[in-house]
């Protein structure tokens, strides 16, 4: 029978012409190479090379044979790798968001119900979330829009609504609520890696100078110490103490309130019964 290394080994003796840089290359010594070509031709039932006194190339046939050998072995590469992927998956809760708080508030519903998978997520772009969840690459994503593609339903998940976090001495401090237009201009303190957040206030605030944060820790810091406005949530203001130096106005854009839906795929809807059933009663 005809194995895989062998064919690995005929490639490798194509690409490096010589068996001793094929054995090299393959981490094998030359003995053990020239076995595994001799065999492969006895499987074949055909001379594969030219042997002369201190050479060996390869004949027409094994040319051919070689052409063969690359695309069998790419096969098998590719359904290796297709079934690894389809194990993983039947293992993995796999999740994309185009916000951060639906990461965190998910996490606690799928380890509740599918306690025996892995949970993993990540925060993507709203058109790389679509593409993600049609290719099976996310077992659902999180939007701030409800489906409107009959491959995919939805359903509401939760709600978040984005504050100005201002100093006391802040001018618009005592202001019941301020739209984005008016604290336009602005230098402002910023979290990294907000998701669609960002792109709202890039767009309802073209002229602030947003001075962006990686760390979570060193953002409250700044926070603390410094004059500068910031953004806050109720997500953050549930979880999070507000400083004592800071007054919470509500943003009066309604692009500052969101309702984020989970999306899925209706064909894989009752392998998400549980999940969904449970999300629909919150």
């Given at each position: 029978m005809i194995e895989l290394e062998q064919l690995r080994h005929l490639i490798a003796f194509y690409e490096c012409k010589t068996l001793v840089g094929a054995?090299?290359?393959?981490?094998?010594?030359?003995?053990?190479?020239t076995r595994s070509m001799q065999r492969l031709e006895e499987e074949l039932e055909v001379s594969l090379f030219i042997r002369s006194k201190n050479k060996l190339t390869l004949?027409?046939?094994?040319?051919m044979a070689v052409d063969l050998a690359k695309r069998i072995v790419s096969d098998a590469d590719d359904m290796k790798k297709q079934i690894k992927d389809f194990d993983r998956k039947q293992h993995t809760f796999a999740m994309g968001s185009c916000a951060p708080a639906p990461i965190l508030e998910m996490n606690k519903r799928v380890s509740q119900i599918?306690?025996?998978k892995t949970f993993s997520s990540e925060m993507k772009d709203m058109?790389?979330?679509?593409?993600?969840?049609?290719?099976?690459?996310?077992?659902?994503i999180i939007m701030p829009i409800p489906s409107d593609d009959d491959m995919m339903g939805s359903v509401p998940f939760m709600e978040e609504e984005i504050f100005f976090s201002l100093p006391l001495d802040h001018p618009f401090a005592g202001r019941k609520s301020l739209s984005m237009k008016e604290m336009?201009?602005?230098r402002m303190l910023l979290m990294s890696n907000i998701g669609?957040?960002?792109?709202?206030?890039?767009?309802?605030?073209p002229h602030t100078k947003f001075l962006v944060q990686k760390d979570?820790?060193?953002?409250?810091?700044?926070?603390?110490l410094s004059s500068l406005p910031s953004f806050t949530s109720t997500y953050t203001l549930s979880h999070e103490k507000v400083p004592e130096n800071r007054k919470i106005i509500p943003i009066s854009d309604k692009e500052a309130k969101a309702t984020f839906y989970c999306w899925y795929l209706k064909e894989?809807?009752?392998?998400?019964?549980?999940?969904l059933d449970k999300l629909k009663a919150i």
């Open positions: 054995a090299k290359q393959l981490h094998i010594s030359q003995p053990v190479l004949n027409e046939t094994g040319l599918y306690s025996q058109d790389v979330l679509i593409r993600g969840l049609k290719d099976k690459t996310y077992s659902i336009d201009g602005q669609f957040w960002h792109d709202i206030h890039k767009r309802k605030m979570r820790s060193e953002f409250f810091d700044l926070m603390e894989n809807k009752k392998n998400l019964v549980l999940l």
